[in-house]
């Protein structure tokens, strides 16, 4: 037994997928102790805040401030407000009033807002423009002045009795010490359509899907390792009646078969557990054929013989006889299975028939409602690429441990 | 290394082991323990029909030690197994001690196994490797009603059966079979009979695959078995001239049939059918030229 747990440390692949599987599984435990909290809280009133460090507005103006005087501050202030859409206006507009745009590179800040400085005239009436076009330069130029001057920001509050007071007066080179602010948030992967912490939601997530894929591959290996001990150890008209049942779920496609349960359970129903209980209770035949084909190689062996002889149990003959020798074969296939019962609540999920969705986060529901409210779509990556990622290293690590293990227990297999 | 020293040891502080034929039994006289008639045997697989076994005949008596001689693929093994009760005949009927054997439930498989034991060819797979060799023998203790004997007595019993077949039990306790050498297994196997105590031994070329020193020793220790617990022991073998030295009588298989049958000095000696007579002059003999031509040839 050690030396066998020796051979299998000494699989590269078994110990790269292993170490990823282990990092997975100390992320989901450490991560909720250090930044308790509940993953399916909105913290968020809009949808999908990009990853970073947010502020309080608040707080800062209350903070108190530091003068620096950072070179190229304003240029970079004048970059974040201006969009492209506003620069490609601006070059429109200076190509109306006749100004010399050859060679202008609408990127370039510096030379954009010199040549709209030096052209920009608040009373001409470039032919064509229409008035609404006219106000929106207007507004853009108010904007640009101010942001490009050394002014001042005033911010005023109403008191009790509705008058408007000065409360602080910002100027562009006033800074705060972020660890100063009373609220910050460091929302590493942003927040997903609900507003919830995605970095938060994914760490839960990742740990009900391993749950789920857990519960789901012991449900079927243990359907298809006694349907397979069976079968492949009685034979005859029992070894038929199992094959018949299998062959059925063989032909039915699995997957099908899973949608057709999980639609008509109701969503009311449909919680973590019975979602992997759904997906154990269709996926346990090919196991079961496996484990048979096993079986039947084993059960005219010698020691099996006088086992029989021995006048000893059929239950102790499969425990004692045949589930050792096979031991290291289900233990591969029970990772498969947990590998493709994450798969396949992902699967599911995705097509909005996994797990309630009030309950806990899975994988397959943060993609789910990535999909739905469409972040794909709108350039929301991080409230679903990581999802995908964590799917990918979690099966990846799972089947990576599964060859090394394949190495190890098939000699012929090695490298 | 280590075993194969041990093994050296023990065969030096024993005495001489003994194969030769004034240890052969009159067994005509002896109530008749196993016996069959018209036993067949057939398998039907992908539109292939075999007949393994067809339609033999056979009595074997008390305390006999029987040969059933014959090449690869002549139905030895499939009637062996018919024998153990592992394999049903397809037609015909087998007899222990006068009546129809009857294993048709487990019950009564149970009570048939505790009077038929087997040894097999291959001992390094006749063990399970995950259970110790005290659990192997234990069982046997277990088996014969002594489950609930004191823990000293069950060691005393195992402690017998391993110096019965010049082993150690002090030295093979808390060890796996597959520690030991073929030769040291197979006298496990037969400390395990020797636990048992059975009617009837059915030995499974238990020498083939294990070196020639060894053999005289198993083969010693396997007359010493019958002798002193006067079982019928049925030995299957393809090799003519060993089943001559220790049997009192020798059943010719070819084909899945009987093609002679007798005492060993009438049907080796003076062989009738040509199988027979090939099977003989099969066996390569020291100082004597070896006739090729009949070892590839046909019987007729």
């Known amino acids: 037994m050690k030396n066998t747990v020796r051979q299998v440390f000494h699989s590269s692949k078994f110990v790269v997928g292993f170490v990823i599987f282990v990092a997975i599984l100390l992320l989901i435990i450490l991560y909720p102790l250090f930044f308790p909290g509940n993953p399916l809280e909105m913290i968020g009133v809009g949808t999908f805040a990009k990853p970073g460090t947010y502020v309080s507005l608040y707080d800062g103006i209350n903070t108190e401030t ?80 101010s942001m490009g001057s050394s002014g001042q920001m005033t911010v005023t509050e109403h008191d009790s009795s509705g008058e408007e007071q000065v409360v602080a007066t910002i100027g562009t080179e006033d800074y705060v010490n972020v660890s100063d602010v009373a609220n910050t948030k460091n929302l590493v992967l942003g927040t997903d359509n609900f507003g919830r912490d995605v970095l938060k939601e994914l760490v839960s997530a990742a740990g009900t899907s391993i749950v789920i894929g857990l519960i789901a591959g012991a449900v079927a290996t243990a359907i298809g390792l006694l349907l397979g001990l069976l079968s492949g150890y009685l034979g005859g008209f029992v070894d038929d009646i199992i094959m018949f049942v299998t062959n059925i779920f063989t032909v039915i496609p699995g997957f099908v078969l899973l949608i057709l349960i999980s639609y008509s359970l109701g969503q009311d129903k449909r919680g973590a557990a019975i979602v992997a209980l759904v997906i154990g209770l269709t996926s346990w035949t090919w196991t079961a054929r496996s484990v048979r084909s096993q079986v039947i190689s084993l059960r005219n062996r010698d020691h099996v013989n006088l086992s029989r002889l021995s006048g000893h149990s059929l239950w102790r003959i499969l425990m004692t006889d045949i589930l050792p020798y096979i031991a290291s074969y289900v233990v591969m296939a029970f990772i498969l299975q947990v590998s493709s019962g994450i798969l396949a609540e992902a699967q599911l999920s995705l097509l909005g028939l996994g797990p309630k969705t009030t309950e806990v986060p899975t994988l397959g529901l943060m993609m789910n409602w990535a999909m739905l409210y469409s972040a794909h779509l709108n350039g929301s990556w991080w409230a679903y690429f990581p999802v995908i990622l964590m799917i990918t290293l979690i099966s990846f690590s799972l089947n990576l441990m599964n060859t090394g293990l394949d190495q190890v227990f098939n000699p012929t297999l090695r490298d | 290394m280590q075993v194969k020293n041990e093994d050296i040891i023990m065969q030096a502080n024993k005495e001489t082991p003994t194969v030769s034929l004034d240890r052969r039994h009159d067994v005509s006289k002896n109530p008749l323990c196993l016996s069959g008639k018209g036993v067949t045997r057939e398998f039907h ?42 394999l049903q005949p397809t037609s015909g009927d087998i007899y222990f001690r006068g009546k129809k054997r009857d294993i048709s439930s487990g019950r009564k498989k149970k009570e048939y196994w505790k009077n038929i034991q087997a040894i097999f060819q ?76 059975p009617k009837i031994l059915l030995a499974d070329e238990p020498t083939s695959m294990i070196d020639a020193c060894s053999r005289a020793t198993i083969l010693d220790m396997l007359l010493n078995l019958r002798d002193e617990i006067g079982m019928t022991v049925i030995f299957i073998t393809h090799d003519i001239g060993l089943a001559y030295y220790i049997s009192d009588t020798v059943y010719i298989m070819e084909h899945g049939k009987f093609v002679e049958h007798g005492s060993a000095d009438e049907v080796i000696l003076t062989p009738k059918a040509p199988y027979t007579k090939r099977l003989i002059s099969d066996v390569p003999k020291i100082h004597e030229p070896w006739d090729l031509s009949t070892v590839s040839g046909s019987a007729e």
């Open chain 2, 122 to 197: 291959d001992p390094f797979s006749s063990f399970n490797v995950f259970n110790k060799i005290d659990t192997v023998l234990l069982d046997c203790i277990n088996m014969t009603g002594g489950k609930n004997l004191p823990a000293d007595k069950k060691v005393e019993l195992m402690t017998e059966a391993c110096s019965f077949v010049n082993l150690k039990f002090a030295e093979l306790t808390n060890k796996y079979p597959f520690e030991l050498s073929g030769g040291q297994m197979q006298r496990l196997m037969i400390a395990r009979i020797f636990l048992l105590k």
């Open chain 1, 66 to 145: 530091e003068t620096l005087k950072l070179p190229g501050a304003a240029d970079k202030r004048l970059d974040s407000v201006l969009k492209r859409e506003d620069r490609i206006k601006m070059v429109a507009y200076l190509s109306a009033v006749g100004a010399d745009i050859e060679g202008l590179d609408y990127m370039d800040t510096e030379a954009l807002m010199e040549l709209w400085r030096a052209n920009y005239d608040e009373t001409a009436r470039p032919s064509g423009m229409t008035k609404a076009e006219r106000n929106y330069y207007k507004r853009l130029n108010a904007s640009l002045s």
């Open chain 2, 45 to 86: 697989a992908g539109g292939t029909h075999t007949i393994a076994v067809n339609n033999v005949d056979f009595e074997f008596r008390e305390g006999e030690l029987v040969s059933i001689v014959g090449e690869s693929g002549s139905g030895k093994t499939t009637l062996s197994k018919m024998l153990l009760g592992l």
